[in-house]
């Protein structure tokens, strides 16, 4: 079992940043890989960010390449996701998810654990 709780959200000017993050209950942590999905009221569960089990390897969508960082230190439990030259359109509740493999994956059905959620909110 995984227990994700995520932290970091809030209000923030297009243009800026904000950081996230996701602390995982639990001595397996860093058996797992980690993603961060998004949801925008209205919309589909969006991918945003993965990281493999070490660190190595990650990935993004077009849509947030070169402006979002997903990061972990293992030694903390804790997955990152920094955001920046935030858009209005990425508003939406972030919620990050944790794998069992060891690759990094896009998509939400290879994720068995899901935080509750952060809201992100960028006003124009």
């Known amino acids: 079992q995984v227990h994700l709780v995520e932290s970091g959200g809030g209000l923030v000017q297009a243009g800026g940043s904000l950081r996230l993050s996701c602390t995982a209950s639990?001595?397996?942590?860093?058996?797992?890989?980690m993603g961060w999905f998004r949801q925008a009221p209205g919309k589909e569960r969006e991918f945003v960010a993965a990281?493999?089990?070490?660190?190595?390897?990650?990935g993004y969508p077009d849509s947030v390449k070169d402006r979002f960082a997903i990061s972990r230190d293992n030694a903390k439990n804790t997955v990152y996701l920094q955001m920046n030259s935030l858009k209005p359109e990425d508003t939406a509740v972030y919620y990050c998810?944790?794998?069992?493999?060891?690759?990094?994956?896009?998509?939400?059905?290879?994720?068995?654990?899901w935080g509750q959620g952060t809201q992100v909110t960028v006003s124009s």
């Open positions: 998810a944790a794998a069992p493999a060891h690759y990094s994956s896009s998509y939400s059905d290879d994720y068995n654990y």
């Open positions: 990281i493999n089990w070490r660190g190595g390897t990650t």
């Open positions: 639990g001595r397996t942590f860093s058996s797992y890989s």
